[in-house]
């Protein structure tokens, strides 16, 4: 199906010739072809940054102790690792650094591996938020990436998001509104859950016939939970190339024009008033091929969400929506 362009918007045709928009482009560019194993299959180098753990010491785990299952190999004889394998490598480096030796360690990944419990769906994990929150308040760096390991060694990054994540960086701006934690707190939890999830998002192989493109208005410095809509929108099968925070109408223009994308995620989050939102809306939106998909998420876009529908009828409000319409993305 073909979309007409909603009337008003027009196409910007300059590409940007400097500045942040130049360089948003190449890294995009960059990033777009660095990847062409299968998604969620990783080369034992991304596979020991995601985890970790050393290449050398994977190497040696799995000839003395045969942890992992046979790895996959695909054409030019490379190992590939799946989120299993990164998951188990994470949970064993964490084991160690308790002071348990790796030979105990390994004994025990047979119980590991059997199935959990089943787990309520929806809703949000309490002891983790709560575990996260106090190492925050405390000023403990070490003990939010010690409670991050484990919750990411045993969660799907999306789960992860929408159960602990996302819950507690909203726990931590109504703490920060009423006065009872500083900026810094928010920062030392904030700062830290972006680096794992930007590391997860950076890392994974690109797969699937889909490109997604994501990307937030030129004003917009927060990313988090478009780094979340891309998280989800990887597990659901698209390539992503997540251009992130302050991204110029140009800059996105220009990608858009090369990759052609078959689904675009925007986000805005600060209300800066209705006139500054429709003007950051309307010069990204002109620089969109007719017939892309969109989603324009954020606290600010969803207060607006009218002045969305008006020109992009076909639009979906709300970065939630992409993880509960599973026919959102095609």
Known sequence: MRFSRPRGVRRASRAPTSGRGVAVVRLAQTLYKDYTIPMELYRIQVAA?????????????????GILAKPDR?????RLYGPEDVDLLRHL?????????????????PA????PSPRPSGGEERPEIEALIAAARAGSAARVDEVLDRLLAFSPAPEAFDRVLAPVL???GDLWRRGEVSVAHEHLLTEAIRGRLVALLRGAPRGGTSLA?????EDEAHDLGLVGAALELRRRGCSVVFLGARTPAAALGVMARTLRPSFVALASVVDRGPARFRRALDAHLAELPTGTRLVVG?????????????RWPQAMVGLEGIRRDEHAVG
């Open 93 to 109: 480096r964490l084991e160690t650094e308790r002071g348990i030796s790796i030979r105990e360690a390994a004994a025990q990944i």
């Open 213 to 217: 493109l994501c990307a937030c208005f």
């Open 298 to 310: 954020g606290r600010a876009a969803e207060r607006y969400a009218d002045d969305v529908r008006e």
């Open 170 to 172: 909203r726990s931590m």
């Open 49 to 65: 940054r995601l985890s970790g753990v050393p290449v050398g010491l994977i190497r040696q785990w799995e000839r003395r102790y």
């Open 112 to 115: 590991r591996l059997s199935p």
């Open 74 to 78: 695909r054409a030019g004889g490379y």
